[in-house]
């Protein structure tokens, strides 16, 4: 007893360590994408925080079985290397026991998966999407400043002033090149509009001029205006994928379409990728400490790797109803549960 929990705190340890690393790496390149529609103007400061927390159990739901994975491949690398395995075995303690505590520990695993893949991930989607449409009937001035030139969407913008509440613009100057055309447009005032049918974002100017710089034919044009529409954002809704994604559970059971059964078999499926990729990683741990425990790390994580890409790949072929959905993306556990038999009985795993 004392010696299984001794391996199971290494193991829980490491995948503490690993999935730290990984999830600061993933959610930082992600924060920096945000960030840079911040310095855009496309989305507020003031949900960056948000946007990113909501983004954080997607990408727990793919680092927590890669971090088990390596974890798992690290701690009995280590045992073995340090001839601690060796001890372990001569004391009557075999393969097939240590696959046992290893498969106890993949069931929590998974159950930690599957509660980020079947109910964080789809509400947090949902909330990020909401918060994002809340955004789009804000104002979206909140990265200009005055007596500075922003870039609006396709726009460049200079203002003199800038009320406290960032809703209404003095003295504006915009820049516009588009489809080989340069306009510019100054106004006394502006402030911001959502249309209600499209949902789309106008920057409505008053009392000013407008003019189209000379083109290739030398004509040019003047405009001057009391209230002129400038369309500075397009909303977008979610796709039907998107849609689906932020399904809940039990509505995601009750839904009879194709694309909805997929999703349901992608959320199921990251669990029961844990569990799999046991029967491979376990066999793979024995190495010769004249190589070193990393050498057997990378044909797993290889193979861990071509498991999740085949899954993504699968999902995208099936919904396309090139693949029936019987068996459906079960078809690529099948086969490296196969292979992770095969490897645990040509290594002796499974003998007492």
Not at 129 to 144: D, H, M, N, R, V
Not at 194 to 202: A, C, E, G, I, L
Not at 312 to 325: F, H
Request: contains cysteine.
């Amino acid at each position: 007893m004392i010696l299984y929990r001794y391996i199971a705190r290494e193991i829980i340890i490491s995948t503490l360590a690993v999935g730290s690393v990984l999830l600061l790496v993933i959610v930082g390149s992600r924060f920096a994408k945000f960030l840079d529609r911040v310095a855009s103007g496309r989305i507020s400061l003031d949900i960056l925080g948000y946007l990113t927390l909501f983004y954080t159990p997607y990408a727990l739901q793919l680092i927590i079985p890669l971090s088990f994975v390596l974890a798992l491949m690290l701690t009995f690398g280590r045992l073995y290397m340090d001839s601690e395995m060796s001890v372990i075995q001569s004391s009557g303690v075999s393969q097939r026991q240590l696959l046992k505590l290893v498969f106890f520990l993949a069931v929590l695993v998974a159950s930690l998966t599957a509660f980020s893949s079947l109910y964080l991930t789809p509400k947090a989607k949902f909330a990020s999407e909401l918060l994002l449409q809340e955004q789009q009937e804000k104002t979206g001035f909140e990265s200009i400043a005055p007596g500075q030139f922003t870039k609006l969407n396709k726009q460049t913008v200079f203002v003199s002033q800038l009320s406290e509440d960032k809703t209404l613009l003095g003295r504006v100057f915009i820049a516009q090149a588009e489809n080989d055309k340069t306009s510019l447009a100054l106004a006394k005032q502006a402030y911001q509009q959502v249309n209600d049918v499209s949902r789309s974002r106008f920057l409505i100017l008053e009392e000013g001029w407008r003019y189209e710089l000379p083109a290739e034919d030398l004509t040019s044009n003047f405009l001057e205006f009391e209230r002129y529409a400038l369309r500075v954002g397009v909303y977008t809704p979610p796709s039907v994928k998107e849609q689906v994604a932020m399904l809940p559970l039990n509505k995601l059971l009750a839904d009879p379409r194709l694309i909805a059964q997929v999703e349901l078999q992608w959320r199921l499926g990251l669990p029961a990728l844990v569990i799999v990729m046991v029967f491979i990683a376990l066999p793979l741990t024995k190495v010769n400490p004249r190589q070193g425990r990393f050498m057997a790390i990378l044909p797993v994580l290889l193979l861990e790797l071509m498991f999740l890409g085949a899954l993504m790949s699968l999902q995208g072929v099936i919904n396309k109803g090139q693949w029936p959905i019987w068996p459906g993306m079960w078809l690529v556990h099948a086969v490296f549960l196969l292979l992770g038999l095969v490897l645990c009985w040509r290594r002796g795993v499974f003998q007492k």
